[in-house]
């Protein structure tokens, strides 16, 4: 499992510093500067026109939406928006670059300061953000074709994304995670980005550096790219900070460089670098204005953010009486907390409905890979239909056992809880004549145990309701066996109940 | 402002300019009696002077998310000097130092 | 017929509203002017013959169908930057000699919607850098009223292609005195408007903040009809002004009493020919003699111009720039074609000029690190200074009345070798474009050798309506607009020639 967060990672008197800059696509239908569809999976370059293919003469005119998702999310995050914020142009050569500049913002980003607060097992993290920017995306290149020849795909080019930067306020890789996951998930709840990192929605770049314990001064860092899930976060920053504490102590002095994770061979490997990466030759934007955001548009936007993750899960504790630790699991996600929710409305049993969810649904989700996916799709359970399925308990049709089988079939099938429960026989049996008849039944065929139960030794019940149970296919009440059960036998060591 | 040839070599590898080495020498001369010139401004006090950056006061408008592609790649990319089905194609990059 | 054509839009509407002429026949008579004098002048790089005629039928058609307008018909040409859809758009480069644009400018949509004819597309200096028209990858125009001289640039093309008779108007771009110079070394009337007035949509950019689409005539009238179908706002172009249009055509009332002229002493300076200082201050007692009043302002720091413009123009001009790269569209080397670094520097290198390698070069060194501060940036604050002259003085004047360069038409070759002489040829008209102002061109009489001078006047910001009133005015005053060079074709024996290649 991905999760190292009990193994407190020991790196001596070494302290790593981290800092993350994270690229969220924004939700948006088109691309940040004109007006191409900003999906993945068409045909190379069928998202494309003159404008995101860099012809001469044509212009960028900015998304509104992109916009709008940008300042909510500074908003969200505690962030100050500037009265102005300015386009800039970074220059440089690349084929998946088509104007040989990405339009992005430099001095003046749209949002600056805020911070996130991350729970880690330690307690409440909070991890301050140094700016959150827009910028749009460049194309792909794709190198292995042929020896001769690389290939330009620019339907990327020009969607919009935001650049999430955050202080070096993080201190482990476990904790680079947790980061990552809150982030994901609080821009999951401001529904401005779908989190997908393996689709590459959401991208982390990782600033890594140590310096020993109680020094002031900050180490030389390196910068870590490629790093396309949550478990490889962990793992390269992990080694990364390993090899740079190896290095200073071998002598060794950490350079300030672009490092690759190869996820294969478990540890970064330095990218060769142009020798002019560096030389971005940063200036404003002259195709676009300056961005002037009214102080109403931006109280407007405040107004109408929805309930993030912190006030729901004091929420779930408050409404639906469950344990702040359930409130937690549930709410990390959007999806999971609506899907709780959801079924919490179709019937009301939160703390049944939360133990359900966090068992054997999330379980199901892990088993089946969807855990990096922001909705719980291709899960063939609605959250009505695990609400009647509850239900079901609840009236005594089927038992928390058989609710499990029940369960399964629907997920195998689709079907709703009370077909399966008709179809496969699974009802309940609650008449008191048939439970009689195999408790009769039992303790004919086990009169010696009778006899030490009644001797005294009053662990048996257990078995005698096994036994009946398994009589009964699981079907049987299991109250109603164990009523049954002990009017008969009486009180052990006692020769007859009374 | 003297500017060298290294200087040249440097801005001319920044701007993908391939130069020939009369245009290298010619350039080095033009660039530095060009920048010699600049210099003057050096001499205007601009203390407290905002820089104009723009020529319009008004925020950047926007247009709603809207798409408007017809999804013919092959309009575009039958431009493109090399190709392979709707791909550009480009020599290979190699990321070599330079 | 060409003798018999009528020479300025006005006339030309007028004769074809009366049905004395059609579009088609019109067209024809430029085609033929144009194999006449083209080999002298070389003023364009396309001529679109077919699309010319196919355009004039429309504009017949049209007409015939009960429509009007004052450039229904009217033969044109576009400065080879604007993007015609389907028709090479070359920008005067190597680089783009082949390319075929898949749009229209803005410019050219609203031109078409008013019912004008294409008849070409104009040379240019190489992607608008120079000021000479030499900087053309195709060769330069002449100036037609001499053609050992440079039109002037980068527009040249489109003011040598009106002074030659080989269109009513054009439309050029100017971003540091583009078309203002060409129109004052051609002897013709040329508008820059305000920044913004005009889409860029579709336009190749030089210096994306200093640019601006505006039109070109032999009348301040023309020019009039010529922007009231041009201006206006763009959704497109995220720096096109939302300011309404006023009908610039009826603003011409010939009345500037009361109007009052600012006259910067900095334009009056060292440098200056003496030819041009008469002229101008004989236009500045023309004005007075209509009642205008002449107030004397200063715009000190007019002599700082060149230097941010330089700097900001090529820092912009290198980014522009970048998307030239043999990978989308336009030239790719042979050269390099195994390892991509070396095919753009092959590309680039093979693609462009000379004068747009030393500006991408200036420019990329403007914004290289440790340079911005120094170089791009004191610029831009220098740019506020400009600006603020101009505002100061707007308070106190309507419009500022300059020469519009210090001297006339230079020889072809005669200031290549120098870049910085060359760049100095704009000192009175950069200021305009740093500050984002209009400024008209207009003819105010001729040299010792024969060649014309340009008035300039200048408007505050959106104030096009008051230069075009002061411009008509003047040139109801006086005749220079009405003059024409000396037959081109006789010169060169390229007429008959041109001629007899046509009727083949």
């Known amino acids: 499992m991905s999760d190292t967060r009990d193994e407190t990672p020991d790196y001596g008197d070494w302290e790593p510093v981290i800092g993350l800059e994270v690229h969220a696509q924004l939700l948006t239908e088109s691309k940040l500067f004109c007006g191409c569809s900003a999906s993945f999976g068409a045909a190379p370059n069928a998202h494309t026109c003159p404008v995101c293919m860099g012809f001469p003469g044509v212009l960028p005119v900015l998304n509104e939406r992109a916009l709008e998702f940008a300042i909510r999310t500074g908003i969200a995050t505690g962030c100050t928006i500037p009265t102005r914020a300015r386009w800039a142009r970074k220059n440089y050569f690349y084929p998946d670059l088509p104007k040989g500049y990405q339009i992005s913002m430099f001095d003046e980003p749209l949002a600056i300061g805020g911070g996130i607060d991350v729970e880690t097992p330690a307690g409440t993290k909070r991890v301050r953000l140094t700016r959150i920017h827009m910028e749009e995306d460049a194309g792909k290149n794709i190198h292995d074709t042929d020896d001769a020849h690389s290939l330009v795909d620019l339907n990327r080019a020009g969607v919009p994304l935001m650049e999430i930067v955050s202080e070096p306020d993080i201190a482990s890789a476990a904790e680079a995670a947790d980061y990552l996951r809150t982030l994901r998930s609080l821009l999951q709840y401001l529904e401005v980005c779908d989190g997908n990192l393996e689709q590459g929605s959401f991208r982390c770049d990782a600033n890594v550096s140590v310096r020993k314990k109680g020094d002031p001064k900050l180490g030389t860092r390196t910068e870590i790219k490629n790093i396309n899930s949550f478990r490889n976060v962990e793992r390269a920053i992990d080694s990364e900070i390993r090899r740079q504490i190896d290095l200073i102590e071998s002598g060794g002095t950490v350079r300030q460089e672009t490092r690759g994770w190869d996820a294969d061979r478990g540890r970064t490997l330095a990218m060769r670098s142009k020798e002019d990466a560096h030389d971005y030759r940063y200036f404003p934007e002259p195709d676009l204005l300056p961005l002037e955001v009214p102080r109403e548009r931006i109280e407007a936007i405040r107004g109408e953010l929805p309930e993030l993750p912190a006030a729901r899960r004091d929420r779930f504790v408050e409404q639906y009486g469950i344990p702040d630790y359930d409130a937690g699991v549930l709410t990390a996600r959007r999806d999971l907390a609506d899907y709780y929710e959801a079924a919490v409305r179709t019937h009301p049993n939160p703390k049944a409905l939360s133990n359900w969810v966090m068992g054997d649904v999330l379980r199901t989700v892990r088993e089946r890979g969807l855990d990096e996916a922001l909705v719980i799709r291709d899960w063939p359970v609605s959250a009505e239909s695990l609400g009647r399925l509850v239900a079901r308990i609840d009236d005594g049709t089927i038992s928390g056992k058989i609710a499990k089988t029940v369960l399964e079939e629907m997920l195998a099938s689709g079907a709703e809880p009370d077909d399966v429960i008709e179809r496969k026989g699974l009802r309940q049996v609650t008449d008191a004549g048939a439970i009689t008849g195999a408790v009769e039944e039992v303790l004919a065929a086990n009169p010696d145990k009778v006899a030490e139960y009644r001797g005294g030794k009053d662990k048996l019940l257990g078995f005698f309701v096994g036994q009946i149970m398994k009589a009964t296919g699981g079907k049987a009440n299991p109250q109603a066996v164990n009523q049954i059960l002990r009017a008969r036998l009486g009180e052990p060591g006692t020769s007859s109940g009374g | 402002m003297p500017v060298s040839l290294e200087d040249v070599d440097h801005i001319a590898r920044l701007a993908r300019l391939g130069l020939t080495d009369e245009e290298r020498t010619a350039l080095r001369g033009e660039l530095e009696s060009i920048l010699g010139y600049v210099e003057q401004l050096a001499k205007l006090d601009t203390g407290g002077v905002e820089p104009t950056a723009s020529m319009r006061d008004d925020s950047t408008p926007t247009r709603p998310d809207r798409t408007s592609n017809d999804d013919d790649a092959e309009k575009l990319v039958e431009r493109a000097p090399d190709r392979q089905g709707t791909y550009l194609r480009v020599p290979k990059i190699i990321e070599a130092s330079e | ?504």
């Open chain 3, 1 to 504: 017929m060409s003798s018999s054509a009528p020479s300025t839009i006005d006339a030309a509407s007028r004769a074809l509203a009366a049905g004395e002429l059609s579009a088609t026949d019109l067209a024809s008579a430029m085609l033929d002017r144009i194999a006449a004098v083209e080999p002298t002048v070389h003023a364009l790089l396309t001529v679109t013959a077919d699309r010319a005629l196919a355009d004039a039928r429309e504009a017949d058609r049209r007409r015939g169908a009960g429509e009007s307008g004052p450039l229904l018909g009217i033969p044109i040409v576009l400065k080879d930057l604007f993007a015609t859809d389907g028709i090479r758009t070359t920008c005067g480069s190597r680089i783009l000699e082949h390319y075929v644009p898949p749009y229209d400018a803005d410019a050219v949509t609203r031109l078409a919607r008013a019912g004008a004819v294409l008849v070409g597309k104009a040379n240019m200096d190489e992607f608008a850098m120079g000021s000479s028209n030499e900087n053309s990858a195709f060769g330069p125009s002449r100036n037609p009223w001499d053609p050992g001289r440079v039109p002037g640039g980068s527009s040249g093309g489109s003011a040598a292609a009106v002074a030659a008779g080989e269109c009513l108007g054009a439309l050029g771009t100017d971003t540091g005195g583009s078309i203002r110079l060409p129109a004052s070394y051609c002897g013709v009337t040329g508008l820059k408007p305000t920044y913004g007035r005009v889409s860029r949509y579709g336009v190749t950019a030089y210096a994306s903040s200093l640019d601006q689409v505006g039109p070109f005539a032999h009348t301040v009238r023309d020019v009039s009809v010529l922007l009231g179908a041009i201006a206006g706002h763009d959704p497109r172009d995220s720096t096109s002004a939302p300011q309404p249009v006023p009908d610039y055509v009826a603003a011409l009332t010939g009345d500037v009493r009361g109007l009052r002229f600012g006259i910067p002493a900095e334009y009056f300076a060292d440098g200056i020919a003496t030819a041009v200082e008469k002229s101008v201050r004989e236009a500045i007692e023309t004005l007075r003699g209509l009642g205008a009043t002449v107030v004397d302002v200063s715009l000190p720091h007019t002599s700082y111009g060149i230097a941010a413009y330089y700097l900001i123009a090529t820092a912009e001009a290198s980014s522009n720039l970048a998307r030239y790269d043999g990978v989308k569209y336009g030239h790719r080397a042979k050269r390099g074609a195994d390892e991509l670094l070396e095919m753009y520097r092959h590309t680039r290198d093979e693609g462009f000029g000379a004068e747009v390698k030393r500006r991408i070069l200036l420019g990329t060194y403007a914004l290289s690190a440790g340079y911005y501060d120094a170089y791009y940036r004191k610029a831009q604050k220098v740019r506020t200074l400009v600006r603020n002259d101009f505002r100061r003085a707007f308070e106190t004047c309507d419009l500022i009345l300059t020469p519009t360069s210090p001297g006339t038409a230079f020889r072809i070759g005669e200031k290549v070798a120098d870049p910085l002489a060359m760049y100095l040829s704009d000192v009175f008209t950069v200021p305009t474009n740093l500050a984002g102002l209009p400024g008209l061109s207009v003819p105010c009489g001729f040299d010792e050798a024969g060649l014309p001078i340009g008035l300039q006047l200048l408007a505050p910001p959106f104030e096009e309506a008051d230069l075009l009133r002061a411009g008509d005015a003047y040139q109801r005053a006086t005749d220079f607009h009405e003059r024409r060079p000396a037959e081109i074709g006789a010169a060169s024996g390229g007429r008959s020639e041109a001629s007899e290649q046509q009727s083949a």
